[in-house]
């Protein structure tokens, strides 16, 4: 099998690496790719940089009306082709198909934002600041940028950032999870198809090694990271020492407090879609479920009903709920932490760790979990699991959910189900997390807003989609100008 080609200077390309890796379908088992990894990858991001700074020159002289031309083009490739690249989803992350077709209606939703750059851009101008001097303050582009991809949202999570780069005037280079790297491939063929300059797009393949590259070469002005905390962590230190702008996102362990006068009916299956969605490996996943106040049987109950009978199996097959997670290592990693939970105290409520598929005997299924008696000081309840486990605790009152909330390492998600809107305005006031829900499983922001995420669930300031992309791909350049009134002279 030919190993994938990287996409630089406007053409397909060989890496210059020998070596490769292989990418299968965590449903079958069956070989899809090899893709390009090791330290010679680092030639290729040369590559794609020396291109890219190039055509960043040509693409800034654009006008930004004329650069996001390419944007509306864009939608609607994706578009036409959505079923297509929602099956390469599916093949390589092992996604349902309703989860494939959502993950791309929220990329277009950003490239649908960014074609709003020609405002969003707009600088600020103040006439006679002081007499005969007007100032003002313009956006122009960083040059250079790059982006680093996690597994779980093969096509979304580039384009949190990839529309507003190139509508603000940069060149852009994609280095995609090399877990899953066909999705990009897809989506680089429509890439392809747009009137842009030769390498103000490219994409290189790799994993750590190029990722070290990217962090070193001096062209780069910004990186844009989604993934894990240790090396979100470690893309910011080293990204922001080498003098590069950084926005760097990480893991997180996301808590849903249920109050007693919640809408049970409404709420089970929100949480539960919270829980198992996306086989749990979703950085807005709820993990903890936090009931208060004595009475937790309904919910506990509502919720054993509701999953138990979740359909496992191949995503792209009909009727099937839940897809595999996306390695046989992660399988493993998330069935010694139910182990580790259980050795901590915890119960099994429901256990779906023997999880048989027919016709996919070999993929890494898991089945919706449900552990009780959690221990709150031991390592299981602080721990990102990224599959389909919940740990379902009760508290006694709200402040000492909210005060469990805030001790977390990670701050990306908070949830409250409750019917009492004084409450909810406690708590979102209160909690410690970037993004916040109220009767909401999953809080994920729309383009119009950041994904925000506080602690270690990010390092930066700036965060992706809408304004803050924006004003992460531009720099402020601040003009003050005198110009004495000549035609009040006497001539
Ligand atoms: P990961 O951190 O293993 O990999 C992410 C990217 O970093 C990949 O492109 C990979 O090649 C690269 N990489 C991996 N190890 C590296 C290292 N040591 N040095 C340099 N680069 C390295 O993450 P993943 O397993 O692909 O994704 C799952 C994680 O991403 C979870 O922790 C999840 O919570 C997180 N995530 C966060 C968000 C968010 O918005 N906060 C969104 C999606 C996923």
Redesign the pocket.
Known sequence: MEVLKNYINGEWVKSSSKESIEVVNPASQALLAKVPYGSSTAIDVTTACETAKIAQKEWSKVPVMKRVQVLYLLKSLFETNIEDIAKTITDESGKTKDESFGEIQRAIENIEVACGTPILMAGDVIEDIASGIDEMMIRQPLGVTAC??????PSM?VF?FLPYAIATGNAFIV?????VPLTMMKIFSLIDQLDLPKGLVSMVH???E???SI?EHPTIKAIS????????R??YSKGTANGKRVQA????KNPVIVLPDTDIEMSTKIIADSVYGCAG????AASTIVTVGDENRNLKDALYETVKSRNVGYGWDKGVSMGPV?TSE?KNRITDLIELGISEGATVLLDGRKTEVSNYEKGNFLSPTILENVNLNKKLIKT?I?GPVMSLISMKTIEEAIAFVNSGQYG?MACLFTSNGATARKFRNEADAGNIGINIGVAAPMAQFP?S?WKD??FGDLH?QGKHAIEFFTQTKVIIERWPNIWSRKF
């Open positions: 680093i991809t996690p597994f779980n949202f999570i949190w280095k995609p999870s090399e877990k790799g994993g750590k190029t990722v070290d962090l990271f989604v993934g894990s905390s240790p090396v979100a470690y893309i996102q990480g893991g997180a490996q979703r950085c807005l996306i992660s990102e990224f990306n994904f995420g669930s990010f992706g």
